[in-house]
């Protein structure tokens, strides 16, 4: 069993930066792919960026390829996601899941993730 905590959330003015963590409770499975999603009020549930654990490979949804980047700290069991040039449309609840079997090319799809954690508030305005 996987638990998630997600931090790091929090109000900020455009074009500032943050840092999200996400930390999970025991030995990630070297085949997990780990992911970051958001959801606005009213809108549905938007993948973000994902991470393969064993090679590291990325993927970003192309909205905030050049703003976001996904990394991971595997003696931490930790995944990061760093955010510069917020917008007011970054304004969202930011979540962390994983799919310990691997998402394949299904990575953007929330439906393939098994754990989530509950969530950071990122807010943008000015």
């Known amino acids: 069993q996987v638990q998630l905590v997600e931090s790091g959330g929090g109000l900020v003015a455009p074009g500032d930066s943050l840092r999200l963590s996400c930390s999970a409770s025991?030995?990630?499975?070297?085949?997990?792919?780990m992911g970051w999603f958001r959801q606005a009020p009213g809108k549905e549930r938007e993948f973000v960026a994902a991470i393969s654990w064993n090679s590291g490979n990325t993927y970003y949804e192309d909205s905030i390829r050049d703003r976001f980047t996904i990394s991971r700290d595997s003696a931490r069991n930790t995944v990061y996601l760093q955010m510069n040039s917020l917008k007011p449309e970054d304004t969202a609840l930011y979540f962390c899941?994983?799919?310990?079997?691997?998402?394949?090319?299904?990575?953007?799809?929330?439906?393939?993730?098994?754990?989530w954690g509950q969530g950071t508030q990122v807010t943008v305005s000015s």
């Open positions: 025991g030995r990630v499975s070297s085949t997990t792919t």
């Open positions: 899941a994983a799919d310990p079997h691997g998402a394949g090319s299904y990575y953007y799809e929330f439906r393939e993730y098994d754990y």
